[in-house]
């Protein structure tokens, strides 16, 4: 198999981590998703990595919460599984980097972009935590902009479910799903692709979204491809 892009920015969920407990961390599918991820970096794709830590924590879950606070929470989360990530990377016999949007030097490196693309061209899978490293967005708005910083060729968007739908595929059993779909599209009937802020980024710099779920690791793969096996969304 050829893959279809030189570098890709993979955004993966806290849940997806969590594998079928629901929350916290699965080793089972950290080492799973790794290998996968393995895989596609010998093929030569340059891959960056935005996850997402609501396994431990969302900014919304704070009700009497400042929402500042709450969201930092929320970025500290990413971290954690940032670094999770990194660990069943290096096991499976991959270099990978950390940097994190909020500076904690003991931990991870600060975000640099000329840094990033060189661990890129290196071979080096790129982990980006802590969102945009401010309150107010969300982890997909970083994947979104970290995506348009690194030049990266599209946004592989792993979730849940196999793609966009017209309606919840778990509430409704008639929900239709969509193969390809415009952004302003998204945007405008609402569909829970991305939040609206990383949407219209990906639209402002015409960076594809292809969305498909994570039930199989190898999707990623069969994404990189360029096999249709979720929804593309584009100009």
Request: some cysteine; charged content about 25%.
């Amino acid at each position: 198999m050829t893959p279809k892009f030189k570098r890709i920015l993979l955004k993966l969920s806290g849940e997806a981590l969590a594998g079928p407990r629901g929350f916290g961390l699965d080793e089972d599918t950290l080492a799973d998703i790794s290998q996968v991820i393995k895989k596609a970096n010998e093929m030569g794709v340059e891959i960056a990595v935005v996850v997402g830590g609501g396994n431990f924590w969302r900014g919304r879950t704070g009700k009497d919460m400042d929402r500042t606070r709450a969201d930092h929470m929320g970025m500290l989360a990413t971290v954690i599984n940032s670094l999770a990530l990194q660990s069943a990377l290096e096991s499976a016999g991959v270099q990978t980097r950390v940097q994190t949007a909020i500076e904690m030097r003991q931990i991870a490196e600060p975000y640099i972009r000329g840094k990033a693309i060189s661990h890129l061209s290196k071979n080096r899978v790129v982990i980006f935590g802590c969102g945009t490293g401010n309150p107010f967005f969300s982890t997909d708005t970083g994947a979104a902009l970290r995506a348009a910083e690194i030049d990266a060729e599209a946004i592989l968007l792993a979730k849940k479910v196999d793609g966009v739908y017209d309606s919840d595929p778990n509430l409704n059993p008639d929900a239709k799903k969509f193969d390809e779909l415009k952004y302003i599209d998204v945007l405008n009937k609402g569909l829970g692709v991305m939040d609206s802020t990383a949407t219209s980024l990906c639209m402002d710099n015409n960076i594809p979204i292809l969305v498909f779920g994570l039930d199989k690791p190898e999707n990623i793969i069969r994404v990189l491809c360029g096999e249709k096996i979720g929804t593309v969304v584009s100009n």
